[in-house]
């Protein structure tokens, strides 16, 4: 899979940087938890931009590209910010019989993005996922934490208005 | 009139009716946060006897006699796992758990997880008992946030009891889990793959052998098993192997959890014992397919899996039935289709699926996969031959044959059996350039339906590309050069004048 990798410069704080090196610290040195690390520094980053990469390599002590090489393997990493509204419809199967390729078509032709991308003013971004579990209510879209069922692109204009920024 | 119904007890409602909750038998009853309600439950009482009345291999024998097999996909026999394992000598063996659920569409694992965590640690604490192991992982993917919370809360919970820890129950056996979480990559739900991905690795498969047993984490004997094998066995060493291997077909024993999605009235999880027909699960328990349309096909084990048409709907459900009709069991997800979507199409699905998720490694998987794709592409779009047919079927079998791992041997299932059990589709597609059930938008066309349209212009106001003309009044009709089959025109008709074909 081929991942974006983000142009905006890096604004880490030193905050973060502290939380991820407790992190780091409290692996022990054990370098099987690399992708646990990793998941924790983009819950605090948000995503793993190259500056981010390379705390993790050195705190670790594992070769950059080893990093980078799992960055790129797992879908769950970022190498580029999500928008502040994270959309992501569901494109399992049991949504993907009940319709919901079209229900992300909406999205991305209502936003003007395509799937994997972000808006220009950063509010939204918008990605596919496999199977969120909530096939009983198919088709299924998450937008940040909060899960909708029986999407239809009629609802796709509602849902997108209720977290435009006011 | 009064109209009211006499209450129905949950149980003899149609869809509980034909159940048997063995796996799922404490969700939803317990609190799963609080271990006391799962020992209430005869929770713990397995390990205890285990621990305190069995040896290892008389564990084994009992697992072996249940005729357990395994529930995540490959249904291989979980006491011969556990006797490879355990005839290892090694100075440290592991336990693993695969939660992965990567079956898009299935959630077995999830409720299980979520449900009655305990289960799953006594479980595997006994399986470590077993074969010899000390340590546990349990790899669950990060899409399953109340999962990993109640795990976690189980997990600690059982340390505090000494459930889970030194010496449990008195005795000089020791054993701790550790969680893992997936990163979102399908091919780790395959056993070798998860292993490589629990060290911490880019998560691809090894060669088979040496298998997990011999050689696994870490290097050391190592077994796999699913979280809904793993619930089943506090059961089957509480009430004995006879009480399990009542229960199926002769080759199946116990039950089987399937996630009833797709075109069905009642959607969710259904646990009933192995040999219940398709026509049980889909008619009685699921109440049947909504609007009066027809049922065409049940997809069961995911993108490694087929569909089942309709004239196999009698088929007793169990591991080699299914096998036998060209589908298998995997990990439980059954998807149901109607008329109105196109097998071809569905294999499309499935295939955009696998080439996403080929992690590269084999070439027959990586560049195989996206070349019959792309022939699925070309079929659908209008453009294929008779000759991408058999290009395709040719190409299908060398991907099985060759691949090194799972994903990519079963990753043609989807289109070999759609192209077996609907071939007609295929044809359709590719002679008359017709998609049968109108879904591949480049081989359908719009029309309206001149005796029912009223000439209200709706449908050309709406039209974003102007390809409809008409008169007040009069019957419109659509330019098909024109037309970009954004299907507008037919969601704001009132009269249903316009269809597509
Ligand atoms: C591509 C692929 C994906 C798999 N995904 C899963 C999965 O998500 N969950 C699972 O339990 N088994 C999965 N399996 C099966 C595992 O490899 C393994 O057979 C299983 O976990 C063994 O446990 P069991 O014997 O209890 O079924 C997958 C296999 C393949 C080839
Ligand atoms: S397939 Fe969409 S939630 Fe399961």
Redesign the pocket.
Known sequence: MKKPISKIPFNGTPEQEAKLKAAIERSNGNKSELIYIMQQAQDIYGYLPYEVQVMIAEGMDVPLEKVYGVATFYSQFALSPKGKNAISVCLGTACYVKGSKAVMDKFSSELGIEPGQCTADGEFSLESCRCVGACGLAPVCVVNDDVYGKVTPEKVVEIIAKYKSK | MTNVQQPVSLEDTPFYKKQLRLALRNCGIINPEKIDEYIAMDGYMALGKVLTEMTPQTVVDTILASGL????????P?GR?WQFALNNVSDKKYVCC??????PGAFM?RSVLEGDPHAVIEAMAIAGYAIGADEGYIYVRAEYPTAIKRLEIAIGQAREYGLLGKNIFGTDFNFDITLRFGAGA??C???TS?LTSIEGNRGEPRPRPPFPAVKGLFGKPTI????E?YANVCQIILKGAEWFSSIGTEKSKGTKVFALGGKIKNTGLVEVPMGTTLREIIEEIGGGIPNGKKFKAAQTGG??GGCIPAEFIDTPIDYDNLIAIGSMMG?GGLIVMDEDNCMVDIAKFFLDFTVDESCGKCTPCRIGTRRLYEILEKITSGNGTLEDLDRMENLCNYIKANSL???G??APNPVLSTYKRFRDEYIAHVVDKKCPAAVCKSLLCYEITADKCKGCTACSRVCPVGAISGTVKNPHSIDKTKCIKCGACMERCKFGAIVKK
């Open positions: 097999r395994g529930r995540g996909g490959g249904g291989f979980t796992k695969n939660a992965d659920e990567g079956d694992d399908f091919v739900g395959e056993e998860l796999i098993n699913n979280v094998t993108p490694s990990s791992c799972g994903l041997q079963t």
